[in-house]
């Protein structure tokens, strides 16, 4: 099977770190698809019906059903030969509790719409949740501070005056496959939507299976109170301390990017 689609990723970003070594290891297979439901068989996934998740040809999709629910009813998540996908299936042997916990919520909501009004429209929850799936950007930190400094858009304080603080107490940990896939050819405007967890000021010192584990699991809980898009606040993500060349003040004032904090 081709992947020449997958030779355009560089692997030595800092954002793909927490996924480097199962997607270099996936990406370099004689058959991608195969490699992914070795992985996926191995590490025994399966979805909120305890079916085991396995990674198929969009054609498997039934013309007549949702992802979501397909995913719901089968555990086969559809797989093109494409960049979005091949994120998308990381994501679901990185952090496959997230994974499960969005997918149940969206065939809940799917399912109630539809015995409720066949037209009825998405929602603030299916929104939400289709935002954490393709933007959530992992904040993992015990630093209240810098949390509402970026809440409130302060990013001087974040990223310059407090640089080294931001580097020592916080982790970031891409989620979303759509920002995985907009990296791969960066710029400086790509945002992502942060989702803060706290894990212990001693997370940094854990081992990276031990840090993922626990965000997979921290990040589930949290969500299986549902979630709004209020829950959510942007992130430039090249802003992300050593995550770019030249990051000097100049840099962090450009308000196109940088943008100030809206007034009510």
């Known amino acids: 099977m081709s992947t020449s689609f997958l030779d355009c990723i560089d692997w030595s970003r800092p954002w793909l770190a927490h996924v480097r070594n199962i997607g270099e290891r996936i990406a370099s297979a004689a058959d991608w698809r195969l490699e992914l439901n070795l992985c ?17 040809l969009q054609a498997d999709l039934p013309a007549d ?56 429209p998405r929602g603030k929850l299916r929104d939400a949740a289709t935002i954490f799936d393709e933007n959530a950007t992992l904040l993992v930190t015990s630093n209240h501070e810098l949390v509402a400094a970026l809440r409130a858009h302060e990013w001087k304080y974040a990223f310059i005056t407090h640089r080294n603080t931001f580097i020592q107490d916080c982790g970031i940990f891409l989620f979303g496959h759509a920002l995985m896939e907009k990296l791969v050819a960066p710029y400086k405007a790509i ?16 081992l990276l299976s031990e840090q993922l584990s626990g965000i997979d699991a921290a990040v ?13 606040s942007p992130l430039p993500v090249l802003g992300v301390p050593a995550w770019w060349a030249g990051q000097d003040d100049t840099f962090y004032q450009d308000e196109s990017v940088f943008r100030p904090k809206r007034k009510a």
């Open 40 to 56: 996926a068989t191995a590490m025994e996934l399966h979805n909120h019906r305890k079916i085991p998740i396995r990674f198929v």
């Open 65 to 120: 059903t949702s992802y979501e629910t397909f995913i719901s009813n089968t555990g086969c998540v559809p797989t093109r030969d494409n960049l979005h996908d091949f994120f998308n299936a990381l994501v679901w042997l990185t952090f496959p509790r997230i994974k499960v916990q969005l997918n149940a919520l969206q065939a809940k909501e799917i399912e109630r719409a539809a015995i409720q009004n066949a037209i009825a």
């Open 191 to 206: 945002t992502g939507h942060v989702w803060v967890v706290s894990l212990g000021i001693d997370f940094p010192s854990w």
């Open 220 to 232: 589930a809980q949290q969500l299986a109170d549902g979630l709004s898009t209020a829950d959510f």
